[in-house]
């Protein structure tokens, strides 16, 4: 069972500085894309960033200018750095992917299990 696990989170004032990571226990054969969402209490999950295979970036308008996703193809990882937090920011991050990991599987969705964001004001 192919595993994405985040790291990273934890608490830190507005302002401050977070990076997330996502490390998948398998090497992808292929994705489509590796995304960031978050999910506050009480609200929906939103999708916060995207890199698609070919290195296309797309950002919510929420954290545009502040976060930045990148990718470690020879880790298997994902990152998420985010500068100058808000309160706003807290939520629940979650790591996922739209892969597979052999030429004999299927395209599927995996998703880490959250770490959380808390940013005090």
């Known amino acids: 069972q192919v595993q994405l696990v985040e790291s990273g989170g934890g608490l830190v004032q507005a302002g401050g500085s977070l990076t997330l990571s996502c490390t998948a226990s398998r090497s992808f054969f292929s994705f489509n894309s590796m995304r960031w969402y978050r999910q506050a209490p009480g609200q929906q999950r939103e999708l916060v960033a995207i890199?698609?295979?070919?290195?296309?970036?797309t950002y919510s308008d929420s954290v545009k200018g502040r976060f930045t996703v990148s990718r470690d193809s020879a880790k298997n990882a994902v990152y998420l750095q985010m500068n100058t937090l808000k309160p706003e920011d807290t939520a629940v991050y979650y790591c996922?992917?739209?892969?597979?990991?052999?030429?004999?599987?299927?395209?599927?969705?995996?998703w880490g299990q959250g770490t959380q964001v808390t940013v005090s004001s």
């Open positions: 890199i698609s295979s070919k290195g296309d970036l």
């Open positions: 996922y992917a739209y892969g597979k990991f052999s030429n004999l599987e299927r395209f599927s969705e995996y």
